[in-house]
């Protein structure tokens, strides 16, 4: 069980709740704790790693292994709502998509990756949450030796080798993608 102190000899559970449970069920005096500090930070990872607490993903900003990892945990959960969802395919469209300016959830449902609106685009809300960015400015072949281009986002990249009318470029890494836009 891990707990936090409240006062002299004075605990509150912040994990593994269900052993306090069972303990004053078996009307046990005494049970194995772990003492954390009260931060608001731990406490959320100790809800998070005892599995009391899903940790949501910013869809806005996530990697491809975070999104995959998040749909694979939603699509495996027992009477899931995307249980007929492709992962793979759900995974590129959404790593795809220019999610950055999105403030809700309903553009996914025009990825042709199998989620519809209800009960499939609302289980997304279990794992993910939006925030939308800002919106860079896109970056023209001239200004592009102004540029960075390893500080841009994939999907910037994808952007600016669609309007360049690079062929491929959907199925490209970032480094392959940084070396296409910096020779046009």
Request: proline content about 4%; hydrophobic content about 40%.
């Given at each position: 069980m891990i707990?936090?102190?409240?006062g002299e000899?004075?605990?509150e559970?912040?994990?593994?709740s269900f ?5 004053e069920e078996?009307?046990l005096e005494?049970v194995w704790c772990?003492?954390?500090d ?9 809800r998070?790693l ?11 900003t996530?990697s491809?292994?975070?999104i995959?990892?998040?749909?694979q945990y ?9 249980a007929?969802?492709?992962l ?6 959404l790593?795809?998509a220019?999610r950055q300016d999105?403030k ?5 449902t ?7 609106k209800g009960k499939?685009?609302d289980?997304?809300?279990?794992v993910?949450y939006l ?14 030796s ?10 910037q990249?994808?952007?600016m080798?669609k309007?360049?009318g690079i062929p ?6 970032k480094q392959?993608?940084?070396a296409?836009?910096?020779?046009s």
């Amino acid at each position: 069980m891990i707990v936090k102190e409240t006062g002299e000899d004075q605990y509150e559970v912040i994990g593994n709740s269900f052993v306090y449970a069972i303990a004053e069920e078996a009307s046990l005096e005494k049970v194995w704790c772990v003492v954390t500090d009260s931060s608001e930070k731990t406490i959320e990872l100790t809800r998070i790693l005892t599995g009391d607490l899903i940790p949501k993903v910013n869809l806005s900003t996530a990697s491809r292994d975070e999104i995959h990892a998040a749909l694979q945990y939603l699509i495996e959960k027992p009477n899931s709502e995307l249980a007929g969802v492709k992962l793979a395919i759900t995974t590129n469209r959404l790593e795809e998509a220019q999610r950055q300016d999105w403030k809700n959830f309903e553009p996914i449902t025009k990825l042709k990756c199998g989620i519809t609106k209800g009960k499939k685009l609302d289980a997304l809300k279990e794992v993910f949450y939006l925030t939308p960015q800002s919106t860079p400015e896109v970056v023209t072949p001239k200004a592009a030796s102004e540029v960075n281009l390893n500080t841009l986002t994939l999907t910037q990249l994808k952007d600016m080798a669609k309007k360049q009318g690079i062929p491929g470029f959907a199925r490209k890494k970032k480094q392959e993608l940084v070396a296409l836009l910096s020779t046009s």
